[in-house]
């Protein structure tokens, strides 16, 4: 543990001894590693960092690092950070979530968040499925994509997280590929210090329920153009580019809530004495 | 046909030979395979006229079902755990709209903290929604529930929840006899739906009811509730004249003659204690056990005619009411009223802890002899307990009980599972 350490932080300072039980090959490992790197760049110590998840592969990552975690139910894990962060505007709060949790059984939640606008980061590990459950549907999977609880496909035009964090009022969008760890830490360093609801879907394969998924790897390129504050040119490039184009895809001016409640920060000698240590 | 299968599959197989017109489905362990048979056989052409309709969440599920049974559809769904409690409101909303559809419940746990193993909390959390709950003991009679509560459930026009042990049923492998089509359509008659589109009249439902008429509504759902005490037993027989076997009923008694000391349970733990009980006769002791079906409607008469002649009742019960105790056996006390029989509660099971034989044995023999408190924990590891009430009462930042505990037992505090 690194409690009370002081920085400057590696990326190792921020995980925990807790073995991940994803399966070889997951994306999340990835994402993973760009967190703990993104969090020692940002230097934010584990203990002003909090990380609140629901239910699914893509959610176990909090017990996986040693920064303040909060694994919820299936599906709020956003209304979990907002209650978070408006109780403790002190603290660097991101969303851990994936395709089944962010989309789908918590996906009403995602709307009014880009709306409310809270100064916090949602990521989301997206690989177009429910792993956890053994390969399932998710909003993001494919039409055709035959499995037995969509027997044929879904036959539906998948959701499009990217255009629904835009048109609900999110701050920053982007979106990232869980291989590229230069860019996707980088993205979110930036997604933490830009004000407001940061949104940053990464893709992160499931090698398991979507071995095609590996194909990833090579159907992502950087974003050939820089990221705009025009929402309704931010929104034309991303549903008409072929959803596999990686970077900051818009980075808006919208005021973020504003927070009514005090910051809290104590003397550590206080904390020591509460906690005995 | 007799067939070495998994539970769910058969469960699966049985909603197919039901002939649902709309199928709701939403992953959650440890129900998904049930859903995900019942998809298999819509895509193997297996179920003629089947909408299978893969949803956003359970709330949705039901939701879905809700519809689709108010258009004259027949529907059936099927969830678990935190699925069922999030679908809560449409759970009320179906029973109280009056409308026939079946679901399944894989029982499994409450979080937090989380957990997927199978206990009856689920399940007890929605016992007063006005939805009949069926109680399977083996995975025969949760293929066998299943046919019967589309029957009830539509005679009655009342949803039905059909209980199975997440896990000890739904994952488990054993030879099952599934009905073939023809016996099913001999049970079972096309939905005749009492309320309908009808192009006539059209009409809205969902009215805004106020203190005027709602008790009565209301009264009516109870009357319901014990129409089906006399249906669910008829009902039984009917399968019986038409499968040969003894399914469902109101409750099953196993060895209660002369039984000074009856064990009363739902679902799959009855064999274990069968067993117990049989291994207690051999040594001399007067013991039996009575088996739930029926939980909601509760069939007081029965458990009261079954339970008066003993001296001891021990409820083994998979859920628990903090604050009270045991939910089963409050209910049992409300059937043994104005009686001395003495009715104890053993909370056994909680979020998938074996229930050993040994264990059982041991309160069954402690309530003979006068032995047993009114509620007692089984296998509860006291030590783990103290040091954490210890901890919290030295330090006011005691930090999360499950977590504690966790790390006091010796495991690192990991994410679950859903």
Not at chain 2, 30 to 55: R, S
Request: proline letters at 6%.
């Amino acid at each position: 543990m690194n409690i009370m350490q002081p920085g400057p932080f590696k990326a190792a300072n921020y995980k925990s001894d807790v073995t991940p039980v994803w399966c070889p090959g997951c994306g999340d490992f990835h994402v993973l590693l760009s967190l703990t790197k993104a969090l020692a760049e940002l230097g934010a110590a584990p203990e002003n960092v909090a990380l609140v998840s629901g239910i699914g592969c893509s959610s176990r990552i909090p017990a996986y690092t040693n920064c303040y975690g909060f694994h919820g139910v299936h599906g709020r894990s956003l209304a979990l950070g907002a209650g978070l962060k408006v109780a403790r505007p002190d603290l660097t709060v991101l969303v851990m979530s994936g395709d089944g949790d962010g989309f789908s059984i918590g996906g009403n939640h995602f709307l009014h968040a880009c709306r409310r606008n809270i100064d916090m980061t949602y990521v989301v590990m997206d690989n177009r499925v429910y792993g956890m459950t053994k390969g399932q549907p998710s909003p993001t999977t494919e039409p055709d994509w035959d499995s037995a609880l969509s027997p044929g496909g879904t036959g539906l035009s998948p959701f499009h997280p990217l255009v629904i964090a835009l048109a609900s009022g999110a701050n920053f969008v982007a979106r990232e590929f869980s291989g590229d760890i230069k860019g996707t830490t980088r993205t979110i360093v930036e997604a933490v210090r830009h004000p407001g609801f940061s949104f940053v879907e990464i893709l992160s394969p499931c090698v398991t329920f979507r071995p095609d998924e590996r194909a990833w790897k090579t159907q992502t390129h950087v974003a050939s153009v820089e990221a705009t504050d025009d929402p309704a040119r931010a929104a034309r490039r991303i549903m008409t580019d072929d959803g596999f184009n990686t970077g900051v895809l818009y980075r808006g001016r919208r005021k973020p809530y504003e927070h009514h409640v005090t910051d809290r920060i104590v003397d550590p000698a206080i904390l020591e004495q509460e906690f005995a240590i | 046909m007799l067939k070495q299968t998994e539970g769910s599959q058969a469960v699966a197989e049985a909603i197919a030979l039901c002939r649902p017109e709309v199928v709701c489905a939403y992953p959650i362990t440890p129900q998904t395979h049930i859903v995900e048979g019942v998809g298999a056989l819509v895509k193997a052409g297996k179920i003629e006229n089947c909408e299978f309709i893969n949803v956003e969440s359970e709330f949705a599920a039901l939701s879905v079902a809700i519809g689709a049974s108010a258009a004259g559809a027949r529907a059936y769904t099927a969830t678990a755990s935190q699925g069922l409690l999030f679908m809560g409101e449409a759970v009320y909303n179906a029973a109280g709209l009056g409308l026939p559809i079946v679901m399944t419940i894989g029982n499994r746990a409450i979080g937090a903290p989380i957990n997927i193993w199978n206990d009856h909390t689920d399940s007890m959390s929605m016992k007063d929604s006005g939805w009949i709950q069926l109680f399977a003991e083996t995975n025969q009679e949760a293929v066998d529930l299943h046919i019967q509560a589309f029957r009830l459930a539509e005679e009655l026009s009342c949803p039905v929840m059909v209980c199975m042990d997440g896990f000890i049923l739904t994952h488990a492998y054993e030879r099952i006899d599934v009905p073939s089509q023809e016996e099913v359509d001999a049970f079972l008659p096309p939905y005749d739906p009492i309320q309908v589109l009808d192009p006539v009249e059209p009409y809205s439902i969902g009215a805004m009811v106020g203190p005027e008429a709602f008790t009565e509504v209301r009264y009516l759902a109870h009357e319901k509730q014990l129409q089906a005490l006399r249906r669910i037993p008829e009902i039984g027989a009917v399968f019986k004249d038409v499968f040969g076997r003894q399914s469902g009923g109101l409750i099953h008694s196993y060895r209660t003659e002369g039984a000074e000391t009856i064990a009363v349970a739902l679902g799959s733990v009855n064999g274990t204690i069968k067993e117990v009980i049989d291994g207690m006769r051999d040594d001399g002791a007067a013991v039996g056990s009575v088996s739930i079906c029926s939980f909601r409607p509760f069939p007081l008469d029965e458990l009261r005619a079954a339970l008066v002649g003993a001296k001891h009742v021990v409820v083994i019960e998979k859920s628990l009411a903090p604050g009270l105790g045991g939910i089963v056996a409050s209910n049992i006390r409300m059937a043994l009223r104005e009686t001395a029989v003495p009715v104890y509660t053993v909370i056994a099971g909680l979020g998938g802890r074996p229930i050993t034989m040994n264990s059982l044995r041991e309160v069954l023999e402690a309530a003979g002899n006068m032995r047993l408190p009114d509620v007692q924990f089984l296998d509860l590891d006291h030590g783990a307990v103290e040091r954490e009430i210890l901890r919290a009462k030295q330090t006011r930042r005691a930090g999360p009980t499950a977590e504690n505990i966790l790390r006091n037992l010796g495991h690192a505090a990991v994410a679950g599972n859903d």
